[in-house]
């Protein structure tokens, strides 16, 4: 009897200690910048006006960035964006484990203002793989390589400077994803069914910039 009693109060220790993640961002007065990896303030990003606005070049190979940890498998993102002139776009990651022992990307969801565009990044050990991104070697780490699947370019008109909600939800090896109710697509892929670790927007939206809004990241029912 002891024993079984030391056992249940275990098993409630261990439940009692559990965290489930969440985010719920509307960068408001109570602002915490200590969820997001990048520092924030930055060069291009600032807090203005109950919103994330990042602007202008990076001065590297790449736009402006922001990370955002995670920490789950099923998890549901979504979140508002909206650009201030008419150009650029927005470049979307989600960075997860890769099966062997490290973290990389492993969905991209790149908003044109004329399209959407989705590339799936698994991993392999097999330096042949038809489909590995040649110009990258094997992670440091997990000795793997990136394979590269990139789907076809789909029209869409996100032309409008207006407020747009993303939304994600991965469930098991699927995502289902949308764009206002102007685009919606699902995928199933067996590199989705693994813990996500990074939320990353690249963003290159010329001087005025784009604003971010409204991140709320929650586990999927």
Known sequence: MRTLLLLCAGLL???AS???FSVREDFGPDFDARKFITPLPNKNTSIRDGVMWTRGSSGGKY???VYLSLDGKDLTISFRYRHLEKAGMLWLFVDGDDGYGSVDHMLRVRLNR???V???DAHTLDSKHPLRQNTREADPVS???RTNENLPAEKVD???NEWRTVKLVFKSDTVDMS???KWKHSLKRQNFDAPKRKLLWMQNGGEKGIEIDDVVITPTP
Request: charged share 25%; hydrophobic share 40%.
């Open 18 to 20: 559990t965290e489930i």
């Open 114 to 116: 004329d399209s959407v």
């Open 143 to 145: 000795k793997a390589y």
């Open 118 to 120: 989705l590339e799936v």
């Open 179 to 181: 764009v206002d109710g």
């Open 63 to 65: 736009p402006p960035m």
């Open 158 to 160: 996100l032309s409008d």
């Open 13 to 15: 220790a261990g439940c």
